[in-house]
């Protein structure tokens, strides 16, 4: 499965953004990590196929995921950007065994820069 993401860019800090990430078959638990630049790779949040979602601390609140099966499509909302969220955003599309999710294949990846 091929994963393309899509929707990044650069926005003002307290603005809102919708990531979309097109997968060319048929997708499992799917998630959205990000990498700032110096800093180690981090979840944002995941999905269950079943639609049940999952957030770090750091992510509830201003993140949203969700999905649409029948497009193969999942979706990241963010609200309130921060300078912080500057990073590239990666979709992932993974599994769960029992309450762990283990991603499987990558995206390349769409920047989102946010400016003060």
């Known amino acids: 499965v091929q994963l393309q993401a899509s929707g990044g860019g650069l926005v003002q800090a307290g603005g809102s953004l919708r990531l979309s990430c097109v997968a060319s078959?048929?997708?499992?638990?799917m998630g959205w990590y990000r990498q700032a630049p110096g800093k180690q790779r981090e979840v944002v949040a995941v999905i269950r196929s079943d639609g049940i979602t999952d957030y770090p601390e750091s992510a509830k609140g201003r993140f949203s995921i969700s999905r649409d099966n029948v497009k193969n499509t999942v979706y990241l909302q963010i609200e309130s950007l921060k300078f912080e969220d500057t990073a590239v955003y990666y979709c992932?599309?993974?599994?769960?065994?029992?309450?762990?999710?283990?991603?499987?294949?990558w995206g390349q990846g769409t920047q989102v820069t946010v400016s003060s």
């Open positions: 078959g048929s997708i499992d638990g």
């Open positions: 992932v599309n993974g599994f769960y065994i029992g309450r762990y999710y283990y991603p499987r294949q």
